[in-house]
């Protein structure tokens, strides 16, 4: 019976994430998410029902328009895939209200990290209405789960401490070092990882942060003058101290 739910919960992250490539697309343009229908942005013709199913309209139009046969970008079906086998894989074993309640709290994160990850990697730009979700999605759990010392020390460490960081960076090299975006970030996540695993998410996602950085620019797809989203980076962190906090235990063990 447990894998037929599983089932359904990967159908449902699949449309779920089909809703995430629409609010990736339209929300830094500040679009209408709903009312407007899909339409292809080479030849603006709308798209019929059976182009819009997750994965499989792709398959099956071959990764191109059906009109006027543009090729699609394979990031469609991947975010619709990730979304769905995240879905899949959070699923709980028990259905009691306190595990989906577990289970939701989980996937809205992820969500929220999945829109924050893309819409950094086009537009450099974290948006506060994402944040807003996250830290209505964090707040109550936090209140519930943990010592208001964890998550307020967390939380003051992960927005202070940037904030503080960036601005004697200001007043030193001339240069802004994190958005407000990474900061207010920062001070979400803070509250949720404690400040402990915001220190070792801060330290982290510098490092990785600076040796992708560093690669792009050795592979010459960038250069030293122009920005880098940094937000893929504490968001990649998080996602491995959030989901695989074993692991990231021991790392965190290992380097403090
Ligand atoms: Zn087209």
Redesign the pocket.
């Known amino acids: 019976m447990n894998a037929l739910y599983q089932f359904y919960a990967f159908i449902m992250g699949l449309m779920v994430g089909s809703f995430l490539n629409v609010v990736i697309i339209r929300l830094p343009q500040k679009k209408d998410l709903v009312h407007q229908r899909s339409a292809?942005p080479?030849?603006g013709?709308q798209l019929r029902w059976y182009h819009n199913i997750p994965v499989f309209s792709f398959i099956f139009l071959r990764g191109k328009?059906g009109?006027?046969g543009?090729r699609i970008s394979w990031r469609y079906p991947l975010i619709e895939l990730l979304t769905g086998l995240v879905a899949f894989w959070l699923f709980p074993d028990q259905l009691d209200n306190l595990s989906l309640a577990i289970f939701g709290f989980y996937f809205t994160i992820a969500c929220i990290f999945i829109c924050h990850f893309f819409i950094d990697l086009d537009h450099q730009l974290l948006l506060d209405s994402l944040n807003l979700y996250l830290l209505a999605a964090v707040l109550p759990f936090v209140l519930f789960m943990y010592h208001w010392n964890f998550w307020v020390i967390g939380g003051t460490i992960g927005f202070g401490g940037t904030l503080l960081v960036t601005w004697l960076f200001y007043k030193i090299r001339g240069q802004i070092g994190l958005g407000g975006g990474d900061i207010k970030l920062y001070g979400i996540l803070g509250m949720l990882l404690g400040p402990m695993g915001i220190v070792f998410n801060i330290f982290l996602s510098c490092f990785v942060g600076a040796v992708v950085g560093l690669s792009l620019i050795g592979l010459k797809k960038t250069t030293k003058d122009k920005p880098l989203p940094f937000g893929p980076s504490i968001i990649l962190v998080a996602t491995f101290q959030i989901y695989f906090p074993e692991y990231a235990h021991r790392l965190q063990a290992l380097l403090f």
Do not use: G, P
Request: aromatic share 12%; hydrophobic share 10%.
């Open positions: 292809c080479q030849c013709t328009c009109f006027c543009t």
